[in-house]
């Protein structure tokens, strides 16, 4: 591995303590876990989890965060990393620029959220997950204390993370935001490059119901001085970008007029890549600018093996050919929005969607979108937050969607495969969970 291009600090970051909270404590393990499985069961039994239940698990509020990373010796302070966060893209970009910097030769650590099979997908260095016996020494050494602070599964997991980071000495650590950015629990981190991916209508119960209000989270992780690369952005949203970067000092560029290298070529195939593609080269070239050495060829290799460098799933995903089933995790307004360019440009003779959603989405926006020309598989997901596919059909039926619910993804995937002659195309989606159950 080559050694570390040194890139210099902007600004001084310093250590941050903050008495633990002192709550009634939660139920904790009697004995030591012994396994994996046990402390995944652990994590997932013990404290909230958005992933599965959603608004219950959400703490906004970096004070838990601050507090757990303090019990593990506050692992984020000095961690040279790249803070992304955004409505939509926000995965891809963060797996493509930890991609570069694997082809730079760098140790590399990546935290995206949420997985789609394993936890461990969550947390990665090299495209490798974490090991399951630091997961099971993490929740042993750690959760009599952790109790007493009652973080939320994500609060947790993420300060793992960082933990992970530090015992394993990366050279520089990819952290994507999990909801907002503002009070997001990665929001501890002090960064060498923010990067804001886009922002459109999710999560309005936590973020606000207009776009400025949530313009106004993302750029919430914006730091002092610290250069700050925004991917789309115009109107209301734009102004408060420059607004926030303005305050604090900071740098600001826009990557949506970026022109893309002819011999740009990438193992990501969906229509709205190109966006993240502009993301991504802005940020190097800024990077650049900051003392980074990333040379062009690094860049768009990176860009180009993102999927054999990262194990990157669920981006416009071909599952298999025979039958031709395609499966995106697209799950908000914008991101079904995406979804229909990419199925516009293939080719079929009848088009099959699998569809779910979980109940604290804008069902409403999502369905009317779809094609009405369609034969529809309606099921939910195994996870508390799914609607009833029932429920589903019936929403989608004030849309004039027609199809059949099914009380499960693989239900309703077998039906799909069974009606798909020579020619058709199946579509998998709605959902992360919906497409993490037939992967």
Not at 193 to 222: P, R, W, Y
Not at 290 to 304: C, R, V
């Amino acid at each position: 591995m080559r050694k570390p291009t040194s890139a210099p600090s902007v600004v001084k970051k310093k250590q941050i303590k903050l008495p633990l909270t002192q709550k009634k404590s939660v139920a904790k393990t009697n004995r030591p876990i012994s396994s994996y499985k046990q402390a995944i069961e652990f994590l997932y039994s013990q404290i909230p989890v958005f992933h599965n239940i959603g608004a219950a698990a959400y703490k906004p509020g970096l004070q838990n965060t601050y507090a757990v990373a303090q019990l593990c010796g506050n692992p984020h302070i000095g961690l040279k990393c790249i803070h992304v966060a955004g409505t939509n893209g926000k995965g891809s970009t963060s797996h493509m620029l930890a991609s570069i910097f694997q082809e730079l030769g760098w140790k590399t650590g990546l935290y995206t959220s949420p997985h789609l099979k394993d936890f461990r997908e969550r947390i990665k260095i090299n495209g490798k997950p974490i090991h399951g016996k630091f997961v099971v020494d993490f929740v042993n050494k750690h959760s009599k204390q952790v109790a007493q602070i009652q973080p939320s599964f994500f609060e947790l997991t993420f300060v793992m993370a960082l933990d992970y980071f530090a015992h394993k000495k990366v050279d520089i650590a990819i952290i994507e935001t999990g909801l907002g950015g503002r009070l997001d629990s990665t929001n501890i981190v002090f960064p060498d490059l923010s990067v804001i991916t886009n922002i459109s209508k999710d999560h309005v119960q936590f973020l606000g119901n207009t776009l400025e209000k949530i313009a106004f989270e993302k750029a919430g992780i914006i730091k002092p001085g610290i250069p700050v690369v925004a991917g789309q952005a115009s109107g209301t949203v734009k102004k408060v970008f420059e607004k926030t970067a303005k305050q604090h000092e900071s740098p600001i560029f826009f990557a949506d007029k970026l022109k893309l290298p002819a011999n740009l070529k990438s193992e990501l195939k969906g229509s709205y890549q190109p966006k993240n593609f502009r993301t991504v080269l802005k940020s190097i070239e800024v990077l650049n600018k900051s003392g980074y050495n990333i040379p062009a060829k690094t860049a768009l290799k990176g860009i180009q093996k993102v999927i054999t460098n990262t194990g990157l799933m669920g981006r416009w995903q071909v599952v298999s050919e025979s039958p031709r089933v395609i499966a995106d995790i697209g799950h908000n307004e914008a991101g079904i929005t995406e979804v229909i360019k990419n199925l516009s440009k293939e080719k079929y003779k009848n088009l099959h969607i699998v569809f779910g959603v979980v109940n604290d989405k804008d069902v409403s926006a999502m369905l009317k979108q779809l094609p009405k020309k369609a034969i529809y598989y309606f099921t939910n997901a195994k996870t508390q937050r799914a609607l009833p596919a029932a429920e589903v059909k019936k929403q989608a039926a004030a849309f004039k969607l027609n199809g059949n619910a099914y009380t499960s993804v693989k239900f309703a995937l077998k039906a799909a495969k069974a009606n798909c002659k020579k020619g058709d195309l199946i579509f998998v989606g709605g959902s992360n969970f919906v497409v993490a159950e037939i992967l």
